[in-house]
């Protein structure tokens, strides 16, 4: 078949060279990278303020506010890997910056281990498909776990596939451990749906057991998961309790179709919870519904030419990364898709490539003109969608901002605590942005009550934050009331202001 002849040889070899590596092909894939980390400072403004999520990563390692009440669902991956600049510097920019870097490096890396695995013709299309969605760009730079599940996932699965090409090496079977173990310590239950295929594989198919490489698997899971384990039995009440409160926290996991959720959110909502609303223009969603066809001939090109595991593993690697986020929760994100559209990229790259290099004559012609297209508009599509998600997130972010310089201006500084429970003005982001510690009397994020809120207004300045006109909780009542920014009030607790400058 021409158009999609694979470098490594029909079947899995198990001797040394089964699988052609080069450096022609380098360039192109650090080629991709480098565009994509310049698309992040291009089109995502590096001075974005953090969001909800970021603030409370970022603040269990800043050095400029207190750590936010860490929920059970979290994992400690973002905050290590933020570390490094957030411990010294409250730089946004820099951090922004750093994280793009750091992204376009991660995707250099992922899309490398495949190399032997698929030609250059392949992988610098597939890094690009998956890099130019909206959701990858506007992601790459931020504090979020789910990029980098993706990034992991996706040299995870590629680590297993050389691993099972040539058993002599040990480089991969190291390259699955530390994939897995970084996916792991980023979400370690996504990490566990990503990996299941590949469990399953190495125990139930005869021909792709491998002792040494599901020993690398589970060694490399366990060893990401860990923390989150110990952590669980420190501060959760146990293992099974962290997971029910993690469950609780999303709404109860169980059957939900959260397909339509995730339809809704390609628009350009970051949160969709709850997800009501109209579904996007047919033009926005296109893509979604064309991926998995493409995913399905990809594999079938695959199949034909003796090469099936290399896009079939990814796309079932894909399919189970997708079940809980499609049909166990109750709301959507873009971002809990980014795994899947990683590995799926690959098998809808070998169906591209094949669309426009097997057909001949007119056919080839015509083959090549419905893709271009078909590519130049869903990338203009993806532009538009980002760029309206930058300027709402943009306008979210700078009201929190205005809201904490607000509080500065009334003498509000550390040490200092803010709470409140209106969505209007969220205490954590703002409280971070203040240099405020953050905490909550009831909800998802209780971690403390009102007579522990009392006892630190003796000594510190604490400040409830409510919508504009809207009536502070029964203990604040007395407290010194004044308007903040915008649609935003506070009340002030008096002890700790007396002889204090606004």
């Not at 998956?130 to 789910?146: D, E, H, I, K």
């Not at 898709?337 to 690959?346: H, K, M």
């Not at 998600?389 to 201006?409: C, E, I, K, P």
Request: hydrophobic share 50%; aromatic share 8%; charged share 10%.
């Amino acid at each position: 078949m021409t158009g999609t002849q694979y470098v490594a040889p029909p079947r899995f070899a198990r001797r040394p060279g089964a699988v052609v590596r080069g450096w022609g092909d380098e360039p192109w894939l650090a080629a991709v990278a480098v565009a994509f980390t310049v698309a992040q400072l291009v089109l995502v403004r590096p001075s974005l303020g953090f969001g909800w999520d970021e603030t409370v990563y970022i603040s269990q390692v800043s050095g400029h506010a207190p750590a936010a009440f860490f929920s059970a669902p979290r994992a400690r991956g973002v905050s290590l890997l933020v570390a490094p600049i957030a411990s010294w510097s409250s730089s946004t920019t820099l951090l922004r910056v750093y994280l793009a870097l750091l992204s376009g490096l991660g995707l250099y890396l992922a899309l490398r281990v495949w190399r032997g695995l698929f030609p250059v013709r392949v992988l610098a299309p597939a890094g690009a498909l998956f890099a130019s969605l909206w959701v990858t760009l506007f992601y790459g730079p931020q504090a979020m776990p789910n990029l980098w599940v993706a990034l992991t996932a996706l040299a995870a699965v590629g680590c297993f596939l050389r691993a099972q090409e040539d058993r002599t090496r040990s480089a991969p079977v190291w390259g699955i451990t530390a994939s897995a173990a970084l996916m792991a310590l980023m979400r370690p239950t996504d990490a566990v749906w990503v990996c299941l295929p590949l469990l399953v594989t190495l125990v139930a198919v005869r021909r792709w057991r491998y002792a040494r490489l599901l020993l690398a698997l589970v060694a490399g899971l366990v060893a990401g998961a860990g923390e989150w384990v110990v952590e669980a039995y420190v501060s959760y009440g146990g293992l099974a309790q962290r997971l029910s409160d993690a469950s609780s926290i999303q709404g109860g996991l169980g059957w939900n179709d959260a397909v339509g959720d995730q339809l809704r959110s390609l628009g350009g909502r970051t949160l969709c919870r709850p997800c009501t609303g109209a579904t996007p223009h047919a033009a926005v969603t296109l893509w979604w519904f064309v991926l998995p066809v493409l995913a399905m001939l990809g594999v079938v090109v695959a199949v034909r030419a003796r090469r099936s595991a290399p896009a079939a593993l990814p796309a079932v690697c894909a399919v189970s990364a997708a079940v809980p986020y499609l049909f166990m929760i109750g709301y959507a994100a873009p971002r809990f898709l980014l795994p899947v559209y990683a590995l799926l990229s690959l098998p809808v790259a070998v169906a591209l490539v094949h669309l426009v290099t097997v057909p001949h004559g007119l056919l080839r012609v015509l083959a090549v003109a419905v893709v271009a297209i078909g590519l130049l508009g869903h990338l203009a599509i993806q532009g538009v969608v980002l760029g309206r998600v930058v300027d709402r997130t943009a306008v979210s972010h700078d009201g929190w901002a205005r809201v904490a310089a607000g509080l500065h201006r009334e003498g509000v500084r550390p040490p200092c605590l803010i709470t409140g429970d209106d969505a209007s003005a969220p205490p954590i982001p703002i409280a971070f942005y203040a240099g405020c510690a953050s905490a909550d009397t009831g909800g998802h994020n209780a971690n403390t009550t009102v007579g522990a809120l009392l006892r630190t207004a003796r000594s510190e300045l604490v400040a409830v934050l409510t919508a504009a006109g809207g009536k502070p909780p029964s203990y604040a009542r007395s407290w010194h009331p004044v308007h903040l920014s915008g649609s935003v009030d506070a009340y002030l607790a008096p002890g700790p202001r007396k002889g204090l400058g606004a």
